[in-house]
Structures are given as structure tokens and as C-alpha cells.
């Protein structure tokens, strides 16, 4: 019970920051914390969803692509903006 509000916390932040990162997208949350089984050491799962594309698949609407949303989440991460709460991230392709 006593993680819960710090996991809520880490959600919350993340969030907001996908959601100004990536305007349109949305986040949530799945796995054992989504159906509230998880462990206080448990990992936090999210998934990213990025804003739908007006343009066809082959369109210019390239900074919406799922791999391009998860690199702009991972530099504003790194940003020096967010030292104070993120201590390390790595992008994985």
C-alpha cells in the first residue's frame, strides 16, 4: 500500500509528459499494475499510443510513427529539463 501512491505518481508524470511530447497520443497503463496484482517491486507497464494518421500509410505524417513517438519520449526523458526526476533511460530499437 505504500508504493501505490509513488507508482501513481510515476504514472502521472509519465503521462504528462508522453501527452506534450507526443500531442494526440495517449498512454496506458497494462500488466500486473493495471490489474492491480503487481508487487511493490513490480515494473510499471505502458503502452504508448500514438494520434492517428490522417494521411495515408505512405504519407508525410512520419513524426507519428510508433518508433519516431518513442525516440521523441526518450530525448525529452534525457532532457535536462527532467534531471531532477528521471536518473537514467535507455532507448532499446
Do not use: R
Given at each position: 500500500?505504500?508504493?501505490?501512491?509513488?507508482?501513481?505518481?510515476?504514472?502521472?508524470?509519465?503521462?504528462?509528459?508522453?501527452?506534450?511530447?507526443?500531442?494526440?497520443?495517449?498512454?496506458?497503463?497494462?500488466?500486473?499494475?493495471?490489474t492491480?496484482?503487481?508487487?511493490?517491486?513490480?515494473?510499471?507497464?505502458?503502452?504508448?499510443?500514438?494520434?492517428?494518421?490522417?494521411?495515408?500509410?505512405?504519407?508525410?505524417?512520419?513524426?507519428?510513427?510508433?518508433?519516431?513517438?518513442?525516440?521523441?519520449?526518450?530525448?525529452?526523458?534525457?532532457?535536462?529539463?527532467?534531471?531532477?526526476?528521471?536518473?537514467?533511460?535507455?532507448?532499446?530499437?
Amino acid at each position: 500500500k505504500e508504493i501505490e501512491p509513488i507508482k501513481a505518481q510515476i504514472i502521472e508524470k509519465i503521462s504528462e509528459l508522453i501527452k506534450v511530447t507526443i500531442p494526440n497520443g495517449g498512454v496506458d497503463v497494462y500488466g500486473s499494475c493495471a490489474t492491480e496484482l503487481c508487487l511493490p517491486w513490480s515494473d510499471i507497464d505502458l503502452v504508448l499510443i500514438p494520434p492517428n494518421m490522417n494521411a495515408d500509410h505512405h504519407g508525410s505524417s512520419v513524426q507519428y510513427q510508433p518508433k519516431n513517438c518513442l525516440l521523441a519520449v526518450y530525448q525529452e526523458l534525457k532532457s535536462d529539463t527532467n534531471s531532477s526526476w528521471v536518473k537514467s533511460v535507455q532507448f532499446i530499437e
